[in-house]
């Protein structure tokens, strides 16, 4: 029997008329906190990802379901093309750039350049360039740089000091070029597919790829009549339409829409973990490929076959995974379990996107930064990847010229300290980081289970079967206190009106059983005929008992039914989970980066270039922190904005990108000289302050989410 105070009506499978709000969500706050949930604020409780992808799971076949696997063949062709071109394309961008520099600057000209990285100001280098592309003066190249074909390696005469400060100048003002045309289009564009999907948008990104490598081949075509300029219009517009952090966003927000917040973690490593799996294999077959064919030619073709097919792919392959692109029944189904509230929230944060012109998108994704009492855990987060990112990139650029100068490293013992760095990451990504996770999530279940053990050790046989107070110390979940009351108001009316007419709808509440139920009415009213009721008397004292008339499915649906107790212990389970998730997460980015700082310092004390391997191994294990940031940033918004953050996010990863070069270049360039270690130590201090920020983060603000940018 049902009252005004709403005992939850659980069904036994989710369908469209059975869905059911959930009342946890994903960042419920992992402390738990004493005051008794409202009715409003359970209606508010809802973990959107968990309901659509069991909507999903349910309704759709295996081929038109979204699905973060749909994204492994795409990592793996992505991955492993892009490792390939990364072992030829540096060496193949500083052939160019000395080829240029010899053409305008001979060995006999008394007028070559002197700039050097390390005493020249912005503004000199700056000016250089300029004046270096606005003079064209004739010259006869060296023996190993003449003739039509363009060498795909830097020659001998590359290795002089000028001409090495000239071609480091060059990649680093494209570098800083393709940041900043970054920061001004990431955000708009990743803030468009929460409204048009996440497919499109990797599609954009293909389409960027195939105009960075139709400048390549131009370059290596046509480079003495039109190549220096394209450098930076390659560099530009790779930056306008969003570039590699684009794609990593889009990627990470569509596996995010479609995961369970409790599984989004190990998912994320699960995508990093494939995409160093390529870069593990692509750089051998590269250089392999490259130096068989003395070219850089067919490693582009190649290239562009990749791109043609991972955009075939995404257009007639992968389903959409936004819920707004699904079809109508899905689209009705979701609107119904996650409550009005929620769709209303997802409305407005596509409606605030809508009539924005792009420059204004910048502005609009640093306002998520804006401090408002209920985002400081995102804010932490965010400064976490701005640091992390100024350090990794520093470390990039100086790693190379660092090995060089200490221990005389070639590109043989470069490569072999980045392939061990490469496996050591995946195999903490694929191994060590799920085995983490499922001995946690183990040790969780042994714990509650041990509590909830505990209660029942010494209850006695005769326990009174109708208690069901909650002062035992099993957890508390928010439909306890609804359970409570329901039950004590049952049972009062059980024991004070024992012969009453109504004797059989209460007895509706301790089975859902419809055969044992009319079984007790009919032996009840052999026993008193005065209890024995119609069916119509019944349905009509129900009806005005209650607000809403009590049939056949509410019966078999009730909280006392068997299987309604277990579709509420499963989904207690799940938020658990959830709950569990974000306090591993936060203790895995903690240790993710105290690893982090401690193998800087090692870089610096290393005397060794194999204890220095060593300590790269190392420093390789701090992966693990990756997907556990990326999970808990997204955590802290609703699905409808999963796009927009990650693009915020980015944009300060890519103001991090623009200045890691004029920062960590700096110090290693003031320094060089006399500790050329100091540039670790540095990295070694951002990354401590990572460490510091990490346990400022509060886990019961995680029960909150940021509200719109």
Same mark, same amino acid.
């Given at each position: 029997?049902?009252?005004n105070?709403?005992?939850?009506?659980?069904?036994?499978?989710?369908?469209?008329?059975?869905?059911?709000?959930?009342?946890?969500?994903?960042d419920?706050?992992?402390l738990?906190?004493?005051?008794?949930?409202?009715?409003?604020?359970?209606?508010?409780e809802v973990?959107?990802?968990t309901?659509?992808?069991?909507?999903?799971?349910?309704?759709?076949?295996?081929?038109?379901r979204?699905?973060p696997?749909?994204?492994?063949?795409?990592?793996?062709?992505?991955?492993?093309?892009?490792g390939?071109?990364?072992?030829?394309?540096?060496?193949?961008?500083?052939?160019l750039?000395?080829?240029?520099?010899?053409?305008?600057?001979?060995?006999?000209?008394?007028?070559m350049?002197?700039?050097?990285?390390a005493?020249?100001?912005?503004t000199?280098?700056?000016?250089?360039?300029?004046?270096?592309?606005?003079?064209?003066?004739?010259?006869?190249?060296?023996?190993?740089?003449?003739?039509?074909?363009i060498?795909y390696?830097?020659?001998?005469?590359c290795? /002089?000091?000028?001409?090495?400060?000239?071609?480091?100048?060059?990649?680093?003002?494209?570098?800083?070029?393709?940041?900043?045309?970054?920061?001004?289009s990431?955000g708009?564009?990743?803030?468009?597919?929460?409204?048009?999907?996440?497919?499109?948008?990797?599609?954009?990104?293909?389409?960027s790829?195939?105009i960075?490598?139709?400048?390549?081949?131009?370059?290596?075509k046509?480079w003495?009549?039109?190549?220096?300029p394209l450098?930076?219009?390659m /560099?530009?517009i790779?930056?306008?339409?969003?570039?590699?952090?684009l794609?990593?966003?889009?990627?990470?927000a569509? /596996? @995010?829409?479609?995961?369970?917040?409790?599984?989004r973690?190990?998912?994320?490593?699960?995508?990093?973990?494939?995409?160093?799996?390529?870069?593990?294999?692509g750089?051998f077959?590269?250089?392999?490929?490259?130096?068989?064919?003395?070219?850089?030619?067919p490693l582009?073709?190649?290239?562009?076959?990749?791109?043609?097919i991972?955009?075939?792919y995404? @257009?007639?392959?992968?389903?959409?995974?936004?819920?707004?692109?699904?079809?109508?029944?899905?689209?009705?189904?979701?609107?119904?379990?996650?409550?009005?509230?929620?769709?209303? /929230?997802?409305?407005?944060?596509?409606?605030?996107?809508?009539?924005?012109?792009?420059?204004?998108?910048?502005?609009?994704?640093?306002?998520?930064?804006?401090? &408002?009492?209920?985002?400081?855990n995102?804010?932490?987060?965010?400064?976490i990847?701005?640091?992390?990112?100024?350090?990794?990139?520093?470390?990039?650029?100086?790693l190379?010229?660092y090995?060089?100068?200490?221990?005389?490293?070639?590109?043989?013992?470069?490569g072999?300290?980045?392939?061990?760095?490469?496996?050591?990451?995946?195999?903490?990504?694929?191994?060590?980081?799920?085995?983490?996770?499922?001995?946690?999530?183990k040790?969780?279940?042994?714990?509650?289970?041990a509590?909830a053990?505990?209660?029942? @050790?010494?209850e006695?046989?005769n326990?009174?079967?109708?208690?069901t107070?909650?002062?035992?110390?099993?957890?508390h979940?928010?439909w306890a206190?609804?359970?409570?009351? &329901?039950?004590?108001?049952?049972?009062?009316?059980?024991?004070?009106?024992?012969?009453?007419?109504?004797?059989?709808?209460?007895?509706?509440?301790l089975?859902?059983?419809?055969a044992?139920?009319?079984?007790r009415?009919r032996?009840?009213?052999?026993?008193?005929?005065?209890?024995?009721?119609?069916?119509?008397?019944?349905? &009509?004292?129900?009806?005005?008992?209650?607000?809403?008339?009590?049939?056949?499915?509410?019966?078999?649906?009730?909280?006392?039914?068997?299987?309604?107790?277990?579709?509420?212990?499963e989904?207690?389970?799940?938020?658990?989970?959830?709950?569990d998730?974000?306090?591993?997460?936060?203790w895995?980015?903690?240790?993710?980066?105290?690893?982090?700082?401690?193998?800087?310092?090692g870089?610096?004390?290393?005397?060794?270039?194999?204890?220095?391997t060593?300590?790269?191994?190392?420093h390789?294990?701090?992966?693990?922190?990756?997907?556990?940031?990326?999970?808990?940033?997204?955590?802290?918004?609703?699905p409808?904005?999963f796009?927009?953050?990650?693009?915020?996010?980015?944009?300060?990863?890519?103001?991090?990108?623009?200045?890691?070069?004029?920062?960590?270049?700096?110090?290693?360039?003031?320094?060089?000289?006399?500790?050329?270690?100091?540039?670790?130590?540095?990295? @070694?201090?951002?990354?401590?302050i990572?460490?510091v920020?990490?346990?400022m983060?509060r886990?019961?603000?995680?029960?909150?989410?940021?509200?719109?940018?």
């Amino acid at each position: 029997m049902t009252d005004n105070s709403g005992r939850p009506n659980i069904p036994h499978d989710a369908s469209e008329d059975t869905l059911w709000n959930v009342d946890q969500r994903e960042d419920s706050p992992l402390l738990s906190n004493d005051t008794p949930p409202t009715s409003s604020d359970t209606e508010d409780e809802v973990d959107p990802t968990t309901i659509y992808a069991q909507i999903l799971k349910d309704n759709l076949p295996w081929y038109k379901r979204p699905s973060p696997y749909w994204l492994f063949p795409l990592y793996g062709i992505v991955s492993i093309t892009g490792g390939m071109l990364t072992s030829s394309l540096g060496q193949f961008e500083t052939a160019l750039l000395c080829r240029e520099y010899l053409n305008r600057y001979p060995p006999s000209n008394s007028t070559m350049m002197t700039l050097t990285v390390a005493a020249a100001t912005a503004t000199e280098l700056t000016s250089g360039l300029l004046s270096t592309m606005a003079d064209s003066p004739s010259a006869t190249l060296p023996p190993s740089m003449t003739g039509d074909k363009i060498p795909y390696r830097p020659g001998e005469e590359c290795k /002089a000091a000028n001409i090495q400060a000239f071609v480091a100048l060059a990649l680093g003002v494209m570098q800083v070029l393709g940041a900043i045309f970054g920061m001004l289009s990431v955000g708009y564009w990743a803030s468009l597919s929460d409204k048009h999907g996440r497919i499109r948008l990797m599609l954009l990104g293909a389409f960027s790829s195939l105009i960075m490598l139709t400048c390549l081949v131009i370059m290596g075509k046509w480079w003495d009549q039109v190549g220096f300029p394209l450098v930076y219009i390659m /560099a530009i517009i790779g930056g306008l339409l969003g570039g590699i952090g684009l794609n990593s966003a889009m990627t990470f927000a569509y /596996a @995010a829409d479609c995961t369970p917040s409790s599984e989004r973690s190990l998912m994320f490593s699960r995508l990093f973990g494939g995409l160093f799996l390529g870069l593990a294999i692509g750089p051998f077959l590269g250089g392999v490929l490259t130096t068989a064919a003395d070219s850089i030619m067919p490693l582009l073709a190649i290239c562009y076959i990749g791109t043609f097919i991972s955009g075939a792919y995404l @257009a007639f392959v992968v389903p959409e995974s936004l819920p707004s692109k699904q079809s109508a029944h899905i689209q009705r189904l979701y609107e119904q379990a996650i409550g009005p509230k929620a769709m209303q /929230a997802a409305e407005s944060s596509k409606k605030s996107q809508e009539n924005v012109p792009w420059y204004s998108h910048l502005f609009r994704s640093l306002q998520f930064f804006k401090p &408002n009492g209920h985002n400081t855990n995102f804010i932490i987060l965010s400064a976490i990847s701005f640091l992390q990112t100024l350090a990794l990139n520093g470390t990039f650029s100086v790693l190379v010229l660092y090995t060089f100068k200490v221990f005389d490293w070639t590109v043989y013992e470069v490569g072999v300290m980045s392939s061990l760095g490469a496996s050591v990451r995946l195999v903490s990504l694929l191994v060590f980081l799920p085995i983490m996770v499922y001995s946690f999530h183990k040790w969780n279940d042994r714990k509650r289970q041990a509590q909830a053990s505990q209660p029942h @050790a010494h209850e006695g046989p005769n326990k009174d079967p109708f208690n069901t107070s909650s002062s035992s110390s099993t957890p508390h979940h928010p439909w306890a206190d609804r359970l409570d009351h &329901n039950d004590a108001d049952t049972n009062n009316r059980i024991y004070k009106n024992i012969n009453g007419p109504l004797i059989g709808e209460a007895a509706l509440n301790l089975s859902g059983d419809e055969a044992s139920f009319h079984e007790r009415r009919r032996r009840q009213s052999d026993i008193d005929p005065a209890a024995t009721l119609t069916a119509k008397q019944v349905k &009509n004292n129900n009806y005005s008992s209650t607000t809403s008339p009590t049939n056949t499915t509410s019966r078999k649906q009730s909280v006392g039914s068997t299987d309604s107790q277990t579709s509420q212990q499963e989904q207690r389970k799940k938020s658990e989970k959830a709950r569990d998730g974000l306090k591993l997460d936060t203790w895995v980015i903690r240790l993710g980066f105290i690893i982090n700082s401690t193998t800087y310092i090692g870089y610096g004390i290393a005397n060794d270039g194999r204890v220095f391997t060593v300590w790269s191994a190392l420093h390789a294990l701090s992966i693990i922190a990756a997907p556990s940031l990326k999970s808990l940033i997204t955590s802290q918004v609703e699905p409808s904005q999963f796009g927009a953050v990650l693009g915020a996010v980015q944009v300060l990863d890519s103001m991090s990108g623009a200045l890691s070069p004029l920062v960590i270049s700096w110090v290693y360039a003031a320094t060089v000289g006399t500790r050329p270690e100091f540039v670790w130590y540095t990295c @070694a201090g951002l990354t401590g302050i990572c460490v510091v920020l990490s346990f400022m983060i509060r886990q019961r603000q995680f029960g909150r989410r940021t509200s719109n940018a």
